[in-house]
Nanobody
Framework: QVQLVESGGGLVQAGGSLRLSCEAS????????MGWFRQTPGKERDFVAA????????YYADSVKGRFTISRDNAKNTVYLQMNSLRPEDTAVYYC????????????????WGQGTQVTVSS
């Protein structure tokens, strides 16, 4: 079983940037496809981005394409989400997740989850 811990969230003005990190422990990260999701109060958890085992393939939600970049460093057991040109509508709790499956975009396809990190974008 893998444990995931997110960090890097915070308060930023619209147009600014943040980089989220997700560090894994318990098992090597290179065994898992990794994803980022986000959730606002009262709404479902939405897919943001996913990255393949080696990092050679990535997939993004249309709402973040061109602004967010997912990457991974398997040697450091860490996945990143670089978020640029942030908008107030990006405000949410961001979660990283791991799955043994190939690239997936739905919550039910992921097996392990972190506790989340809050991102707040002010206008």
């Amino acid at each position: 079983q893998v444990q995931l811990v997110e960090s890097g969230g915070g308060l930023v003005q619209a147009g600014g940037s943040l980089r989220l990190s997700c560090e894994a422990s318990g098992r090597t990260l290179s065994r898992y496809t990794m994803g980022w999701f986000r959730q606002t109060p009262g709404k479902e958890r939405d897919f943001v981005a996913a990255i393949s085992l080696s990092g050679s393939s990535t997939y993004y939600a249309d709402s973040v394409k061109g602004r967010f970049t997912i990457s991974r460093d398997n040697a450091k057991n860490t996945v990143y989400l670089q978020m640029n040109s942030l908008r107030p509508e990006d405000t949410a709790v961001y979660y990283c997740a791991a799955t043994f499956r190939v690239l997936r975009t739905t919550v039910d396809m992921y097996d392990y989850w972190g506790q989340g990190t809050q991102v707040t974008v002010s206008s």
